[in-house]
């Protein structure tokens, strides 16, 4: 009896759904409080962010005939490995298990905690029972980390059991973000008591880096940020005709998201100066009590603390697809390739990535968003890359968005990504090293499965 396989059950909408709810979520609610404070001037901080939706539109347009060509769930891995061969498939495909999607889940559970910290203080971050180390390998225990890790439970119990629920839910949490970012953009600005005068106010930098490299520094804030937007790709193989509906899924979700993060962004300064910005990790809760006083700012924290569930469940959802894709080509653990036979869901990829994320739960929120950055950075380059090489190949599809104006497109994503990792090394050694070295590891453990397998198939041969 054949073992069960993925289904295509996703819909258009559902797989928009996903890129969204992907990308609408940690960053865009909890980087704004870092950029204030590392950039200080307006200018430089919406600046930021349109280059960072540029770039993430760029990426999505690349990947868009990438997944085309390969609709077949995994992403990343499946690009690299069909370009570079099966060691760089599996090393994207294990950092993106850990630093795509299980440090991510990670961070956004964090910070639903941090916004539900506005009526329950004892789940803020700054509320620890216990901390020892500092930066990426400090090890933090409090009531964030005891609400994220019962989140993340409840949310991976509600993807094992069927991805139509998982869709259903993730279509009814997105409308809710959706809803609720557009009454707190429209509310903002009708009904809000902000200041246009603050988009003139400079603030005092806290950081000591000139500001053209603090600017490639921050790019890895907003890279977070805009992260997901290459969702789709990893559940194409669960797509109904991906040919057509990858593209536009990718498209029209990342040009959503981005012109959403610009309207956000001018609430949040409209609300208050990049001064009073500063360092803050729940600036929709600042920004909502600025505007609309303590008990509306309250309504809306609890709105985004729901809307962040949004970004949770779509990684649990899409996450355990690069592990299962991975496993069922021997690149990793083999219990990942099952398949539930009764709910069709990767039900052991599913449990490994949230047990990993729960434990990723343990540290700092900046420390997570420089390592998640500085490593999906990485390997998206290398993901773009790869188009140089595979457009050389018989019957390759070119899409028309990415033939315009052929090769500027590619060529301006990798040297902006690269000079993001030179400056990420410089600036930021410790964690670039442990993400460097996270890196290595994959390469490390695919030559050992290689031995593993050769091994088992020599005792095999001599039975």
Same mark, same amino acid.
């Given at each position: 009896m054949p073992s069960p396989t993925l289904a295509r059950q996703i819909s258009l909408s559902a797989a928009l759904a996903l890129v969204v709810s992907n990308m609408v979520g940690t960053g865009i609610f909890t980087t704004p409080g870092f950029l204030a404070r590392d950039l200080g001037d307006p200018t430089l901080y919406f600046a930021i962010w349109i280059t960072g939706g540029l770039i993430a539109l760029i990426g999505a347009l690349c990947y868009s005939e990438l997944g085309?060509?390969?609709?077949?769930?995994?992403?990343? !891995?499946?690009?690299?490995?069909?370009?570079?061969?099966?060691?760089?498939?599996?090393?994207?495909?294990?950092?993106?298990?850990?630093?795509?999607?299980?440090?991510?889940?990670?961070?956004?559970? /964090?910070?639903?905690?941090?916004?539900?910290?506005?009526?329950?203080?004892?789940?803020?971050?700054?509320?620890?029972?216990?901390?020892?180390?500092?930066?990426?390998? $400090?090890?933090?225990?409090?009531?964030?980390?005891?609400?994220?890790?019962?989140?993340?439970?409840?949310?991976?119990?509600?993807?094992?059991?069927?991805?139509?629920?998982?869709?259903?839910?993730?279509?009814? /949490?997105?409308?809710?973000?959706? $809803?609720?970012?557009?009454?707190?953009?429209?509310?903002?600005?009708?009904?809000?008591?902000?200041?246009?005068? &603050?988009?003139?106010?400079?603030?005092?930098?806290?950081?000591?880096?000139?500001?053209? $490299?603090?600017?490639?520094?921050? /790019?890895?804030?907003?890279?977070? $940020? !805009?992260?997901?937007? &290459?969702?789709?790709?990893?559940?194409?193989?669960?797509?109904?005709?991906?040919?057509?509906?990858?593209?536009?899924?990718?498209?029209?979700?990342?040009?959503?998201?981005?012109?959403?993060?610009?309207?956000?962004?001018?609430?949040?300064?409209?609300?208050?100066?990049?001064?009073?910005?500063?360092?803050?990790?729940?600036?929709?809760? /600042?920004?909502?009590?600025?505007?609309?006083?303590?008990?509306?700012?309250?309504?809306?924290?609890?709105?985004?603390?729901?809307?962040?569930?949004?970004?949770?469940?779509?990684?649990?959802?899409?996450?355990?697809?690069?592990? !299962?894709?991975?496993?069922?080509?021997?690149?990793?653990?083999?219990?990942?390739?099952?398949?539930?036979p009764q709910w069709r869901t990767p039900a052991p990829a599913i449990l490994m990535q949230a047990l990993v994320a729960m434990l990723l739960t343990f540290t700092t929120l900046p420390s997570l968003f420089f390592f998640i950055g500085f490593t999906l950075n990485f390997f998206s380059v290398m993901s773009v890359a790869s188009l140089f090489r595979l457009r050389r190949r018989p019957g390759w599809k070119r899409l028309k968005p990415v033939s315009w104006l052929w090769p500027v497109q590619p060529v301006l994503f990798i040297v902006i990504g690269v000079w993001m990792t030179l400056f990420g090394i410089t600036l930021e050694p410790r964690i670039s090293l442990v993400a460097c070295a996270l890196i290595g590891i994959g390469a490390l453990l695919y030559q050992r499965q290689l031995k593993g397998a050769a091994s088992w198939q020599r005792s095999s041969t001599a039975k």
């Open positions: 085309v060509n390969f609709p077949s769930s995994g992403g990343e !891995y499946v690009f690299l490995t069909q370009a570079f061969g099966p060691v760089w498939g599996f090393m994207t495909g294990w950092t993106s298990f850990l630093a795509g999607f299980a440090a991510p889940v990670a961070a956004t559970s /964090l910070a639903f905690a941090d916004y539900t910290g506005y009526f329950f203080p004892a789940f803020q971050a700054a509320n620890l029972f216990w901390q020892a180390g500092s930066g990426l390998l $400090s090890v933090q225990v409090g009531g964030a980390q005891v609400l994220a890790c019962a989140i993340i439970g409840i949310v991976t119990v509600a993807n094992l059991f069927g991805v139509q629920r998982a869709a259903a839910l993730q279509k009814v /949490l997105t409308g809710l973000k959706l $809803s609720v970012i557009g009454a707190f953009v429209v509310l903002g600005f009708t009904a809000g008591t902000g200041s246009w005068g &603050n988009f003139s106010l400079v603030s005092i930098r806290d950081s000591t880096v000139p500001l053209n $490299s603090q600017f490639a520094i921050s /790019l890895f804030y907003v890279y977070v $940020s !805009y992260s997901g937007w &290459n969702a789709a790709t990893y559940i194409a193989e669960e797509m109904h005709d991906p040919v057509k509906n990858l593209p536009r899924a990718l498209a029209i979700g990342t040009g959503l998201v981005t012109v959403l993060f610009f309207l956000l962004n001018l609430v949040f300064v409209y609300a208050a100066p990049l001064g009073a910005m500063k360092g803050v990790v729940a600036i929709g809760s /600042l920004a909502a009590s600025r505007l609309f006083g303590s008990q509306v700012g309250g309504l809306f924290s609890a709105l985004i603390a729901i809307a962040l569930l949004a970004m949770v469940n779509a990684m649990m959802t899409v996450g355990p697809r690069v592990a !299962y894709a991975m496993a069922r080509n021997g690149a990793f653990f083999r219990a990942a390739a099952k398949v539930d």
